[in-house]
């Protein structure tokens, strides 16, 4: 670990202000992601800017009937919200999929976007890898691979982003709201994180010097059908080798709106719009879920250790589809696939 | 008089781990203590061109920085750093001996500081230059230069021809990947500078007098120079067994200093100490149709380092357990640059019974027989290898108190041919072996005028119960509370122990204080025969009890006296007695602790996902002293063969040499949803040949057998037979 300097920040303003003034610097929420990798001296901060005591704690109705979701409400505070579990359900019970009871006291919803693959060779520093040391080379490509990308990957980086929270966002259309020197804008979360292309060293289109302060959910909440499945290698606490967020309005037994999403695949939260655009209007049925994820894991490809991702992937989304159709979602507690 | 053994007692030391009144190895205090931090070599194989520490000194609050170019002395012969459990062959590992590096992950220098954050940050600075040389680590591609070890069965009849002959044969390939112990405490030394080169080294090890010699061989002390404490152990699972790297760095750091120093290792840096290494286990079956075995033959090829020839008996389960005329067992080793393993619970046995009880599962299915049918076929009463009876056997007891527990008759043979909802439901089952060794242990009872009793012995308590056990059995042998017996344990001056491994403790310690305990019966009888116009002058002083704070006859009509009378009309405060139990040797029997395991998985058919639902475990082990910890322990056993089956791996990239899932996020064993139902059965098991109590220890046998039996429970679902350890999801997937 190296030796940093650290700040309080007094506002939103003093954090901007504080990033501009030293490049080196990096915000701190819960800690949980950060301080591991300084410990790691992945992350080597000269400064640490603690934003914790922020006012960006509140889960507000937005005047269409949306929610608006300060950075800094903790993971678990955002599960339990009454409005989250009533109207956004598939978002608690993404966020109660991941890491652990305590953890998720202590993450931020901030944090959580910004979190870092949990690529092994990003995690050790005696290794080549493109994210962590520009340049270098990427180890995966040729190595351990098993829990790999294979959607959007590129020949420079092939890790995944590792965040449940965000792939339910992607399927519910959130939008960020970030904030910095030269004011204040808004992306779509599927446009938030970033594919690796030529600089896997960047996740997100967050620049330097900004902070997301909010994220703000759509009316549309998918309350009745809906369902978050992750696959992973032991029954909890493990990051997912892929997950599923669907959702679904139906008719009767018609589509009339889809929202899919895979986690545990790509460098972001995979969306495609043209699957979406398959199952509307369509009957809900095994035949055409599997056309969705057909269309969903369009151009994946495997390396050596992780082909096994893109059948899973497959059935996996057959599967969430088929929960959410039911209405009869994943439970995130009890010890058993629906 | 049983009080106590036999009975689920809690714990004694239960209520000092739950408030934190338990102290361990990195928690002891010091004046002026100082903080060391370890930096790891990051190539496998090679030399130190360059340390450059000059950096690393400058950040204010380091004191020094140890290498091998700069240190105190360190013996230089092998002999003095071979501890009790060392392998007979090599040249055991001297951190910050020499510019050699042997594995990925080495210390190869020691950052002291005034905290450790100073340490831990200036560790950073420290810039090392390599000679890199080439390198091997991957077992599978050198399998080729597997190399024989001496093994101790010896064949029997003519395996290859049987084998050949066979009408029904299995032959396959078992791999076991290697696997850390990851305990929960962290590998940690607190060496207090005592003043006059007197040092007291609190170690987290499961022996303090092994590393208490130890260090006084490597350092060339006297024997009064060096103590050794280590009262808990936040688990160790055998990587304590041997002496850790940082109990040598701590007290290096202090002896260079002068000064106290505490040393503590990171998650990661814990994956550069010994490990379960792993094996190809190649077994071969060859049996006549109604079941009966004609031919085993076992071969294991296993990890070792390029120093050190470690190997546990992986093979020559079958001779304990199944009948054949012609066996043969053989146990290779490949040297790789690594470092060395070390046992992990049920060392050879948790692996290679595991490649055992498959292929019979596999054997069972090419017969078309009921798994437990061919293993009553093939059920042996003498171990074959010395072709001796066991000192008690009940294994039959626990095929059948298990399968009636397990419902094991309502199991359809067929694979995939049974269901639940989207869900396939397999039901399996696998044999576990262990040994029932016990040890020299000596114990000092202390006995006071006012009824209490100290227990003491240089044993270690690693959290499988030792404090309680002793308690139990001194409370009933002197005819106390359980209440007013303290025990201390693993204080190298106490009396002697070995290592806590290999499940001998129980049986080994229990004796131990019957021993010590009888000698102070005897003096109280002694001394109460003498009292003045005493009513028990008459009596034979080896026939009385003590029971209820009394010394009373055996004769159920004979007079009894307050052992607190005696010892104040005595003008006695207290009664001290040290002993050394020996167990006489016996040669004529066998001695193995034995099991059967039972487990339900249920794997969902498109997603490939497995959930151990059920396992009943029924143990065979003697007389069970606690059956509170002891089924504890069996349970412990069973989460590990869960962990063994589905999850835990220790992943190398060949390419550099190094384990890239050094942390226990992505090292994966079971979590509590991982854990379903589990039942343990102890089965009635009287053995008045063993020992006098009839113990045999449970520490290994609970996980003996149980990732075979949830193999083989996952190829009765699925009819996929997984080999390669673990099996996770892909491996199911078309
Ligand atoms: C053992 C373990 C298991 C886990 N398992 C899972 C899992 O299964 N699924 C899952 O989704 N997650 C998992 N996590 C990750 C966890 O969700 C993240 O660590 C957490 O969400 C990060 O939030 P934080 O507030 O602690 O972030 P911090 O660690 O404080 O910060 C992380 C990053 O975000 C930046 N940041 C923080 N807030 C802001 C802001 N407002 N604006 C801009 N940048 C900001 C920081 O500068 C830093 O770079 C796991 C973590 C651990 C340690
Ligand atoms: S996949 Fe990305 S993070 Fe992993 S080694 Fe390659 S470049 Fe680094």
Redesign the interface.
């Known amino acids: 670990?190296?030796?940093f300097q650290y700040s309080r920040a007094r506002d939103v303003a003093d954090a901007i202000r504080l990033l501009a003034a030293d490049p080196a610097a990096k915000l701190i929420a819960g800690g949980t992601n950060l301080i591991d990798l300084m410990k790691?001296?992945v992350e080597r901060p000269s400064r640490l800017i603690d934003i914790s005591r922020l006012p960006l704690r509140d889960i507000e109705e937005t005047a269409d009937g949306g929610l608006r979701i300060g950075a800094l409400v903790p993971n678990s505070d955002l599960a339990y919200h009454p409005l989250v579990e009533q109207r956004y359900p598939l978002l608690a019970s993404a966020i109660l999929a991941g890491a652990s009871a305590q953890l998720r006291n202590m993450a931020s919803v901030g944090g959580n976007l910004m979190q870092r693959t949990?690529c092994?060779?990003f995690?050790?520093t005696?290794?080549p890898c493109n994210k962590r040391s520009p340049g270098t080379g990427c180890?995966a490509i040729?190595?351990?691979n098993?829990n790999h990308a294979i959607l959007g990957t590129s020949n420079s980086c092939i890790a995944t982003n590792p965040s449940d929270m965000s792939v339910a966002l992607a399927a519910l259309g959130a939008l960020v709201h970030i904030a910095g020197s030269s004011g204040q804008r808004t992306v779509a979360l599927t446009d938030f994180h970033r594919l690796p292309d030529d600089k896997p060293h960047l996740d997100t289109n967050l620049g330097d010097g900004e902070i997301i302060t909010a994220i703000e959910l759509p009316p549309r909440g998918f309350a009745r059908n809906y369902s978050y499945l992750k696959?992973r290698?032991?029954?909890?606490?493990?990051f997912a080798?892929v997950s599923v967020a669907a959702a679904l309005e139906l008719e009767g037994n018609a589509i009339s709106e889809a929202r899919l999403a895979l986690g545990g695949v790509a460098h972001k939260p995979w969306r495609s719009l043209e699957a979406e655009a398959a199952l509307r209007g369509q009957a809900a049925t095994p035949d055409h879920f599997g056309r969705a994820a057909d269309l969903l894991l369009q151009g994946a490809t495997a390396h050596s250790h992780n082909g096994?991702k893109i059948?899973?992937a497959r059935?996996?989304v057959?599967?969430t589809l088929m929960q959410a159709a039911s209405a009869t979602p994943q439970s995130q507690a009890h010890?058993?696939?629906a | 008089m049983n009080a106590y053994v036999g009975t689920p007692t809690s714990r004694v030391d239960g209520r000092a781990k739950v408030t934190g009144a338990a102290k361990y190895a990195g928690e002891f205090a010091a004046d002026r203590l100082l903080h060391g931090f370890v930096v790891a070599a990051?190539i496998p194989r090679g030399r130190i061109a360059r340390l450059d520490t000059s950096e690393a000194l400058r950040v204010e609050g380091v004191v020094d920085v140890l290498t091998h170019a700069h240190r105190p002395p360190l013996a230089d012969k092998d002999e003095a750093w071979k501890d009790e459990v060392a392998p007979e062959k090599g040249s055991p590992f001297r951190p910050l001996y020499d510019d050699r590096i042997n594995f990925n992950g080495q210390p190869i220098a020691l950052v002291v500081a005034e905290d450790w954050?100073t340490a831990?940050?200036a560790a950073?600075r420290v810039r090392v230059e390599y000679d890199q040389e080439a390198f091997a680590t991957d077992l599978e591609s050198e399998r080729g230069k597997a190399a024989r070890v001496d093994q101790p069965h010896k064949p029997r009849g003519d395996a290859a021809a049987a084998l050949t002959r066979a009408a029904v044969q299995h032959e396959a390939d078992y791999v076991m990947p290697s696997e850390h112990h990851n305990p929960m405490e962290l590998y940690a030394t607190t060496a207090v500078w005592d003043g006059n080169g007197k040092l007291t080294v609190y170690d987290k090890t499961q022996g303090v007098q092994n590393v208490q010699k130890f260090l006084c061989s490597v350092f060339g002390r006297k024997r009064d120079d060096i103590r050794v404490v280590s009262p808990y152990v936040g688990g160790a699972f055998g990587s304590g067994l041997r002496p850790q790297y940082q109990v040598v760095l701590a007290t290096l750091a202090a002896v260079a200093l002068k000064r106290s120093v505490r040393v503590v290792l990171t998650r990661?840096q814990m994956y550069g100490l010994g490990y379960r290494p792993m094996t190809i286990e190649h077994v071969a079956l060859g049996a006549s149709p109604d079941g009966t075995l004609d031919a085993v033959t076992h071969e294991a090829i296993a990890v070792t380092s390029r120093f050190e020839d470690f190997s546990r008996n992986d093979t020559g389960w079958a001779d304990q357990l199944y009948k054949s005329p012609n066996s043969r067992f053989s146990h290779k080793l490949v040297e790789l640059d690594v470092s060395t393993p070390c046992d992990m619970r049920a060392p050879g046995a948790a692996t290679g019974v595991c490649a055992l009880e498959c292929a019979m599962d596999e054997l069972a299915v090419a017969l078309k027989l009921d798994p437990i049918e061919l293993r009553l076929k093939c059920y042996s009463e003498r171990d074959q290898s010395e072709d001796l009876p066991y000192t008690s056997k009940q294994l039959r007891q626990c095929y059948a108190r298990g399968a009636e527990a397990f419902g094991w008759d309502r199991r359809t043979p067929a694979p995939r041919s049974m269901h639940d909802g989207?869900d396939l439901v397999g039901w399996g089952m696998a044999t576990g072996v262990w040994e029932a060794l016990q040890m020299p242990v000596a114990v000092r009872i202390v006995l006071t005028a006012n009824g209490h009793a100290e227990v003491s012995c240089a044993a270690s308590d690693i959290g499988t119960g030792t404090y309680t056990i002793v308690a139990q059995v001194a409370a009933d042998a002197l005819g106390l509370p359980i209440e007013n017996i303290s025990v201390r344990l693993a204080d190298s001056t106490l009396p002697q122990a070995p290592v806590e491994g290999g499940s001998w403790m129980a049986a080994s310690s229990a004796h131990a204080v019957l021993g010590a305990a009888e000698d102070i019966r005897q003096e109280l009888a002694r001394l109460a025969k003498a009292l003045p116009g005493s009513q028990l002058a008459d009596l034979d002083a080896t026939k009385v009890t003590l029971v209820d704070g009394m010394i009373a006859s055996n004769d159920p009509n004979g007079a009894a006296v307050s052992i607190a009378d005696v010892m104040r009309h005595s003008k006695l405060e207290r009664i001290e007695k040290e002993k050394l139990n020996q167990f006489a040797e016996d040669k004529s029997h066998a001695r193995n602790t034995h099991s059967a395991v039972f487990a339900e998985v249920?794997v969902?058919e498109?997603?490939?996902?497995i959930?151990v639902t059920r396992v009943v475990s029924a143990v065979a082990a003697g007389r069970i002293l606690n059956t509170k910890t002891g089924r504890s322990q069996i349970m412990g056993g069973v989460v590990w063969g869960i962990g063994m089956a589905?999850?835990e791996e220790t992943?190398m990239?060949h390419?550099?040499g190094?384990i890239?899932?050094?942390?226990i996020?992505?090292y994966?064993v079971?979590?509590?949803?991982?854990i379903?139902d589990i039942d343990v059965i102890f089965v009635d098991e009287p053995d008045d040949r063993i020992n006098r109590l009839g113990v045999k220890g449970l520490g290994e046998i609970g996980i003996v057998g149980v990732p075979a039996a949830i193999a083989n429970a996952v190829y009765h679902a699925t009819g996929k037979r997984v080999r390669r350890f673990p099996i996770?999801?892909?491996k199911l997937?078309?």
């Open positions: 670990m190296n030796n790691e001296n949990r092994p060779y995690y050790d005696a290794t180890s040729d190595g351990l098993r696959i290698d032991r029954l909890s606490y493990a080798l096994f059948e899973l059935r996996a057959v599967r010890k058993k696939i | 990051t954050e831990k940050f950073t990661r989207k249920k969902d498109q997603l490939g996902v959930r589905l999850h992943m990239d390419r550099f190094r890239m899932n050094a942390d996020a992505e994966h079971p979590v509590n949803a991982d379903h996770t999801l892909d997937l078309d």
